[in-house]
């Protein structure tokens, strides 16, 4: 085998590839079950075999996996209490699933031959085109044209408003693109060097004497790698958090 | 070095791909998460999925979790307060052993006090009548030796006029009126 072939074939965008496993549209619109929406059923089914089954027995004292679904728990619902006050864990159930689904989503996607579902745009878009208007949907509903206090901070001169209400407008506009952005490039990103390096390792076994090279990108996937699974935790962290913030923003819209 | 340079190459050349979005792709040619036309499927499925695991997590698990947290933190709160509630009963009981322990100390205390103070005054009883009775003894005695003495003392008169008689008539050979001389000896004494 050739470099160049070697090189064709590991393709890191290859993964990123939608395939339809089950082609059907509604009223004309395509609604295809494809190996992303596999793998969005497979996270939704990681996140309910935790919580739901390891938990199904209620134990006092509780198994490993219990234990694990409870700290979920507690750690999101400490985060949404910190975050947005005690009148945000009315959305605790949104968070803790929006978190619980991306980091499944992510982990999952870490191991090879799967499919990164949080690595689609449209995705984490649609994703934080929901946080979004559950935002202004709430802050309207709870203080009316006071949620509009949001973008005009306290105790600022006139002039200076003049300047900062519109920087605020922005600010808040570009919420849902920087939260969706961020999510999926960073994993976008991680998967794509993985891939590379791995495109790599098959190159240099292609080339003969180079092949005694092929260990270096190894030890570089591995690093890379445990990266990945700081950036899968973190990201679905991230995600949750600036959530919880700008929730807390829709619940006390005055700075 | 040539491969790892063309490696570079190639890596530079799907970088240009996304960036641009016109690559050698499969479909169209366009970076996949920019495909527009993946994007209905991905949101209808999202939408389904993501809103079952809503109500499956708003209505089972997160309930269900809260509440196994909660029933635990209530059992180990009442049975901490169950066993507040021993110790605090241990104590008393202990308070009550101890009151009673020392109630019962000075009990047997006051017993062997009255015990002593029996025997003290029975002793001194009895060894007050065994002062009398000695006294009495000691008393008779006396009267015994004085009444033995003054006997006594009579006879060395006697003895003492027989003598002088006796002298006398050794003497001088004459006989002397014995009553005369214990008359004289008893005024002369």
């Not at chain 1, 994703?127 to 509903?141: D, E, K, R, T």
């Not at chain 2, 029933?71 to 709160?77: D, P, S, T």
């Amino acid at each position: 085998m050739n470099p160049e072939e070697a090189a064709a074939k590991s393709n890191p965008i290859e993964q990123f590839e939608l395939h339809r496993l089950w082609p059907f549209e509604i009223n004309g619109v395509e609604t295809s079950f494809t190996n992303a929406s596999l793998f969005m059923l497979l996270a939704a089914l990681g996140v309910v075999a935790l919580m739901i089954l390891a938990t199904s027995k209620k134990a006092i004292v509780p198994g490993r996996v219990q234990a694990m679904a409870e700290m979920l728990y507690e750690f999101v619902a400490g985060m949404v209490r910190q975050t947005a006050g005690t009148e945000g864990m009315k959305f605790f159930p949104f968070v803790f699933t929006l978190f619980a689904f991306i980091l499944i989503a992510n982990l999952i996607g870490l191991v090879p031959y799967t499919y990164s579902v949080t690595s689609q745009i449209v995705v984490t878009f649609a994703f934080a085109i929901v946080v979004i208007s559950l935002v202004v949907v709430y802050g309207l509903y709870r203080h009316g044209f006071g949620f509009l206090n949001l973008f005009v901070p306290h105790g600022v001169p006139l002039p200076v408003l003049v300047v900062l209400v519109p920087i605020e407008i922005i600010s808040f506009l570009s919420r849902p693109v920087s939260l969706s952005v961020r999510l999926f490039a960073n994993i976008l990103a991680g998967h794509i060097t993985l891939a590379v390096f791995g495109g790599f390792v098959v190159m240099l076994l292609g080339a003969g004497a180079w092949a005694a090279l092929a260990p270096v990108p190894i030890l570089a996937i591995v690093a890379l790698y445990a990266l990945e699974l700081l950036v899968a935790c973190l990201q679905a962290f991230v995600f949750s958090v600036l959530t919880c913030v700008y929730l807390n923003d829709a619940i006390h819209p005055g700075h | 070095m040539a491969i790892i340079s063309s490696a570079f190459a190639a890596e530079g050349e799907q970088t240009t791909h996304e960036t641009v979005g016109a690559g050698e792709a499969h479909h169209e040619g366009v970076f996949p998460p920019f495909q527009t036309e993946n994007f209905a499927p991905q949101i209808f499925w999202l939408v389904v999925i993501f809103g079952l695991l809503y109500v499956l997590m708003s209505r089972i698990a997160l309930p269900r979790v809260g509440g196994i947290i909660e029933n635990r933190g209530a059992k180990i709160a009442s049975d901490l307060g169950a066993a507040r509630e021993m110790q605090s009963k241990a104590q008393a009981a202990a308070a009550a052993n101890d009151e009673n322990l020392r109630r019962r100390r000075d009990e047997a205390q006051g017993i062997g006090r009255e015990a002593q103070h029996k025997i003290a005054a029975e002793s001194a009883r009895q060894r007050a009548l065994a002062e009398s009775q000695a006294a009495e003894k000691i008393h008779a005695a006396d009267e015994r030796i004085a009444s033995a003495k003054t006997q006594a003392l009579a006879n060395v008169e006697q003895i003492a006029v027989d003598a002088a008689a006796s002298i006398v008539e050794k003497l001088t050979g004459a006989k002397i009126d014995q009553a005369a001389l214990a008359k004289h000896a008893t005024s002369s004494n």
